[in-house]
């Protein structure tokens, strides 16, 4: 599937043996969410007890895999940054379930979060800023006129109809992901409506957050990237504040 939208598509390098961040950094990582039997089993060796009986509730082998495998891979790329091995990182969780770094493990430090879907992960890490990540695979049966009036805030839904046909499937799924990386950055869940904030939505208009019923000061304090991680795929990150670069990596187990 072409893009339609015209949005720069980052470049995926490879990444550097030593990683570190600082505050004008932010790192995305892209991996599929298959690998070998063997691999996965290395990285089960990796979580925790509590996670290891979270994998085990998965009815289907497939979707104990791909956690196993996303869990995983996440304590890899953490013990990377913070020099620890990744069986030693442990986590915390808020009063919505977010997860965290446990505080003597960098939790007041670095910050992360994830998303995955179909065949892709994307992780988000950063130094002392709040941050979310979505991904969606571009699905046009479900990006109908019923749904984005069931979730998005009225101006985004009258946006969403003034485009061509053939762009309002994409642009319905950036619209998501733009949404759905602003409440995973505010680590409030599903208390935070949908159509409770206004995020930018047509292709020549810059990626933002254009309105939100918290404060008038709220759509200043963060800063949005539309990512492109992969053909039939859109992405976005929300990140707390300005003044970064924005890293992406290509990981290969």
């Not at 910050?111 to 179909?118: E, G, L, M, V, Y």
């Not at 979505?134 to 101006?155: G, N, S, V």
């Not at 319905?172 to 939505?201: H, M, N, Q």
Request: some cysteine; glycine content about 6%; aromatic content about 12%.
């Amino acid at each position: 599937m072409k893009s339609n939208l015209n949005f720069p598509s980052p470049t995926w390098r490879t990444p550097p043996v030593n990683l570190s961040l600082n505050h004008s950094l932010v790192d995305v990582w892209r991996s599929t969410v298959e690998c070998s039997p063997s691999k996965v089993r290395g990285l089960l060796s990796c979580l925790s007890m509590d996670e290891r009986t979270r994998a085990e509730r998965f009815y289907f082998q497939r979707d104990w895999r791909r956690f196993v495998f996303a869990r995983g891979l996440l304590r890899c790329l953490l013990g990377r940054y913070l020099k620890m091995e990744p069986n030693q990182i442990r986590f915390s969780y808020n009063s919505y379930g977010k997860p965290a770094l446990a505080y003597d493990c960098g939790g007041d430090t670095i910050c992360f979060n994830i998303s995955h879907s179909n065949e892709l992960i994307l992780y988000a890490v950063a130094y002392g800023r709040k941050l979310g990540i979505d991904i969606e695979y571009i699905r046009p049966d479900f990006a109908t006129d019923q749904i984005a009036q069931r979730f998005f805030a009225q101006e985004e839904v009258a946006a969403l109809r003034e485009l061509p046909k053939c762009n309002q499937a994409e642009s319905f799924f950036t619209c998501w992901t733009r949404k759905e990386a602003y409440i995973k950055a505010k680590g409030r869940g599903l208390t935070l409506p949908l159509d409770s904030f206004v995020v930018s939505l047509a292709p020549d208009e810059p990626v933002s957050l254009l309105s939100t019923t918290e404060s008038v000061l709220e759509a200043s304090r963060w800063s949005f990237e539309q990512l492109s991680p992969g053909l039939g795929y859109v992405a976005t990150l929300a990140v707390e504040g300005s003044g970064y670069t924005l890293q992406c990596w290509q990981c290969n187990l």
